[in-house]
């Protein structure tokens, strides 16, 4: 019987990523071998590694507009001090959503100068800044869009005259936006792109090589674009299934045809928590995230019975993060509309049984 | 029709490990989810790290020694930094075997002075040097234990009052050593330990919180360390697919047992590479590594049918590394002894033929 998975990251994949990942492990590509124990320079895997790039691009429109895509290691936590590391010669700018804004801001300090344009803290990162001024001499201003812990999400971008940084990790591929407008983009994959061990890093070559200290290598950007993404051996397993994410992505209609999707579970979620008198949603309404819903029981003393019937129901992955409390459905892309509809289904049974 | 896969890196591992791990992404423990699909907070994940760690310890009789170890993301290329980063102040000395060790050098020259303590350079990295005297002010020394491209292995390690460091990588738990020698042993999975993607870090605690400068969280060791090698999302797929070869490398009694098995698979390998007399050997006889076997054809016009022969045979990866040229059988410890006697076979055949 499999769950409904609502796992905030890692996360559920499609189910047909699943089972072709599973089968190549027996057997990839006919070849008679694992895809574990196949070399990363391979003609097989140098295959798979610029499909993913190429898709990468294609799927985000950045194709022939100056970006290289890159499978990096380490996660989006590497990139909070790569990003510094590799474009911070003064001062940088970075808006603080939530924690992971909070953790990129204490690696960027240790590279230089960091301003913090706008803080959603004294809220607890219930909603998203807006109207603030960001320093003209500032080296890029750094902002996440998703805050999968708060359940919020940037709908709005600022329009700079500086490099756009963005921490893309929980809604990269979700929805539509002018990435253009962005000059590097990072993406942990173990939201909507594949298994955790590698991050997606989409960048504006025209910004790098502008620091004046020396970038060990594996932290260089210009030294792994040098290399096309196989500076290193890759995490080929991680790298593999992330292309076939991609081309799942693709085959729904691109970022449009899942964006689609998202809108519906998203106003399914929302309706619900809204319209049942026991629930209430912890962020801004204005700032929801289409990804991440939380949302509390009014009456604690529902908790045991609620859970009771999610459990029932194979529900899997709602308890909150323990710095909001109460419950976070994540519906990323490979979430299927029926998963919703039963989550939704035991918030209104619950309000017959209460 | 499965290959006899001789492949550097990534490599072969255990045929019932690629069966368990693929089993575990369309159900992981019987819980109706993809090990790709689960969070690394969860209970049953967070068990297997458990394991892999004590498994790690225990097969290297490093438990309740002061050691821990960590499973990273980034490669082995990462720890040339993350070891400079962590350890060098002033200067280290590095003792020189190859490519791996030359990049292992240039990295860490961005911390500090390295002192090259000697380099079997001039003779194309086909020895490993002895009789060097290292420098009892230095911070640590850095070895590389086996040369992948080389096919040479380091059989005595130094003995010195100073910390010792050791890419372990192409080596790891094929072969009994006294391991409490080291203080801070690397390895990247892809060799004898997992998929491409993680590294397993074993590091004596004591020596670590003795630079002054200050190092950002994703590279510290004292980091990861306190957070359990958890403290962001670790790369789930390969450290569970690591633990299952650990627990195999277990089965086949610790490292004692699979050393056995090594020893016969290469005294097969470079039995007939001197017995043969179409083919030389690349390394020092002393110096042969019971991983990689690197060798020639004296007649490079064999090249076609040697090859053809090795393809009918269903060997794959014996191609040497573009520095060595020639072949390379690698015997990590999956290998089937049955391999090494195909790969024997087609030499001969090959002397018959000729």
């Known amino acids: 019987m499999k769950k409904h998975n609502f796992s905030a990251?890692?996360?559920i994949l499609p189910q047909s990523v699943f089972k072709e990942s599973s089968e190549a492990i027996l057997n990839f590509n006919h070849s008679g071998l694992s895809i574990l124990e196949i070399s990363h320079r391979s003609k097989d895997f140098?295959?798979?590694m610029e499909e993913a790039q190429h898709l990468a691009l294609d799927l985000l429109r950045l194709e022939d507009k100056g970006y290289k895509a890159l499978f990096l290691q380490g996660g989006a936590s590497t990139q909070f001090l790569m990003a510094a590391y590799n474009l911070l010669e003064k001062k940088a700018a970075y808006l603080n959503t939530g924690t992971?804004?909070?953790k990129a801001i204490k690696e960027a300090k240790l590279f230089g100068e960091v301003e913090e344009?706008?803080?959603?803290k004294d809220k607890n990162f219930n909603y998203i800044p807006k109207n603030y001024s960001i320093p003209a001499d500032a080296d890029y201003l750094h902002c996440t869009s998703n805050n999968t812990i708060f359940g919020t999400q940037i709908k709005e971008f600022p329009t700079v005259n500086i490099p756009l940084v963005c921490d893309m990790s929980s809604d990269i591929f979700s929805r539509e936006l002018d990435f253009s407008k962005f000059d590097l983009i990072y993406a942990g994959a173990q939201k909507n792109m594949g298994p955790a061990g590698t991050t997606l890093v989409v960048v504006?070559?025209?910004i790098l090589g502008k620091v004046?200290?020396?970038i060990p290598s594996m932290l260089d950007y210009q030294v792994h674009i040098g290399k096309d993404s196989m500076f290193n051996t890759p995490p080929v397993f991680a790298v593999y299934t992330s292309m076939l994410t991609l081309r799942w992505i693709k085959q729904k209609g691109g970022i449009a045809g899942v964006q689609k999707l998202n809108e519906e579970k998203a106003a399914l979620m929302y309706g619900e928590i809204d319209r049942n008198p026991l629930f209430e949603g912890f962020a801004a309404l204005e700032d929801r995230s289409m990804m991440n819903a939380t949302f509390?029981?009014?009456d604690e003393k529902l908790k045991?019975?609620?859970?009771d019937l999610a459990k029932v129901a194979h529900i899997n992955g709602i308890n909150g993060h323990r710095s909001v409390g109460g419950y976070r459905a994540s519906m990323y892309n490979a979430l299927p509309k029926e998963s919703v509809e039963v989550l939704v289904n035991v918030m209104k049974e619950l309000e017959t049984q209460a």
């Open 46 to 48: 140098m295959a798979v």
């Open 212 to 214: 004046s200290r020396q």
């Open 296 to 298: 509390n029981l009014k």
């Open 100 to 102: 992971w804004s909070s």
């Open 117 to 120: 344009v706008a803080s959603s």
């Open 9 to 11: 990251g890692p996360c």
């Open 204 to 206: 504006k070559e025209d």
């Open 304 to 307: 045991d019975l609620f859970e």
